[in-house]
């Protein structure tokens, strides 16, 4: 079975700084790799996703991503944070001939002025 | 806008009292999911229906139903709850199951206090 792993709980940055948020996954064969922000009380928008192709990924409200296969990951990138962009951020897997997906346990992010 | 709308949005309900939480869909999705989320966690997996077709996680307690009358609507209903069943509970919807390729479109939430 698949699964996500996000090292940090937790990040400050400063408004105007870069993000980088890590994700590693276990899984066999190509996966189905997706990242979500969750802001307080609300439901999961997904920022962006990867199936195949190119390796970087554009997504909504300026965010990146890297599919890297030699080192597992799917870090999620922003170049230059606004204080909207406080939230959490789930990275997850999903896997062929299987319906589930498999979250990691989420970034807090937080934005200082 | 098509969308997952979920009511209500907060729910107070006292332990052992039957509550029952409501999504709706307008995308015509074939796939609705039932998350429990509990604070800084990740969402967990319920259940969810493929058209009529129900699927139970194996560890999703016995007091938490599911129904589905129709394609748009999909209840949550948890039949007593107890003080541990205090989380945000998110329904999602998605056009297909095979695989992990399809994305899931997430409703905003019904969070669910127990007294």
Known sequence: AQSVTQPDIHITVSEGASLELRCNYSYGATPYLFWYVQSPGQGLQLLLKYFSGDTLVQGIKGFEAEFKRSQSSFNLRKPSVHWSDAAEYFCAVGAENDYKLSFGAGTTVTVRA | ?115
């Open chain 2, 1 to 115: 806008d098509a969308m997952v709308i979920q009511n209500p949005r907060y729910q107070v309900t006292q332990f052992g009292k039957p509550v029952t939480l409501s999504c709706s869909q307008t995308l015509n999705h074939n796939v609705m999911y039932w998350y429990q989320q509990k604070s800084s966690q990740a969402p967990k997996l319920l259940f969810h229906y493929y058209d009529k077709d129900f699927n139970n996680e194996a560890d999703t307690p016995d007091n938490f139903q599911s129904r589905r009358p129709n394609t748009s609507f999909c209840f949550l209903d948890i039949r007593s709850p107890g003080l541990g069943d205090a989380a945000m509970y998110l329904c999602a919807t998605s056009t297909g199951l095979a695989g992990g390729s399809y994305e899931q479109y997430f409703g905003p939430g019904t969070r669910l206090t127990v007294t």
